[in-house]
């Protein structure tokens, strides 16, 4: 019986010994795919390429390029300012001008004399009266929007972009052209090589139009001195 028993105490302590073993060897395999597993361990952490069943390579079109000179990018312009300036200036002003030559003086063999004055000490007098009011408003709206292909034309030391862009559409007697250039970072730009023109350091926007409904509206050259200098 004590045989048996040894027997039976000898077999728990095998399969106990087994299970240690096995579970070493599993806690050191989790210990070899861990995130944090150090370089000089041989091999590379886990990858999400590597661990996740959900992992989708992203399709060469939605990298983004390289970019360098010449290269092509598109610039999304919306731009909206408003201005609002009221103004109101008031001026009154009275005078009144009351004067009389009492003396005079005659000049009679080399020297001054009295002059009298036979009709009276002349006298002068008047009442002056002005007023003077202005009363303005002015409120300005502007709003731009418009995307618009642009090209590097220079890439700074410090690796910024020189953007610049012209542009000239036709439509029957119509014309419109629109310039655009200005400064941007690397950074700013998307992966599907689109920036926005608030990410854009000195930014300069120049569009005229041309044709029958420009002229239209358009004042003339007489109305554009009047309106700058005021003569009246």
Known sequence: ??????QIAFSFSA????????????????????LY??????????????????YQELPP??????????????????????FLSEGDAQNRKTQSLTAVLADWIRLENGSLKPAPQFDGDPRVSGTLNS??????????LDALAFRMAVEIVD???NGNLVIEGHQTINNNEEQWR????????????????TVSSDAIYDLSIDKEEMGQVRDAYARGWFTKWYDRYKPF
């Open 15 to 34: 399969l106990f010994a087994l299970l240690a073993i096995g579970m070493s060897a599993n806690w050191a395999s989790a210990q070899d795919g861990s």
């Open 155 to 157: 890439i700074q030391p």
């Open 61 to 82: 079109e939605s990298l983004p390029r390289q970019l360098q000179l010449h290269s092509i990018i598109t610039v999304i312009v919306d731009v909206r300012s408003r």
């Open 131 to 140: 007023q003077y009011r202005v009363q303005s408003d002015v409120e300005l």
């Open 178 to 193: 629109i310039s655009l250039s200005g400064v941007v970072r690397r950074e700013a730009i998307q992966a599907d090589n």
């Open 1 to 6: 019986m004590i045989h048996r028993n040894l």
């Open 37 to 54: 597993l150090q370089p000089s361990q041989g091999r590379d952490g886990l990858t999400l390429e590597d661990s996740s069943f959900m």
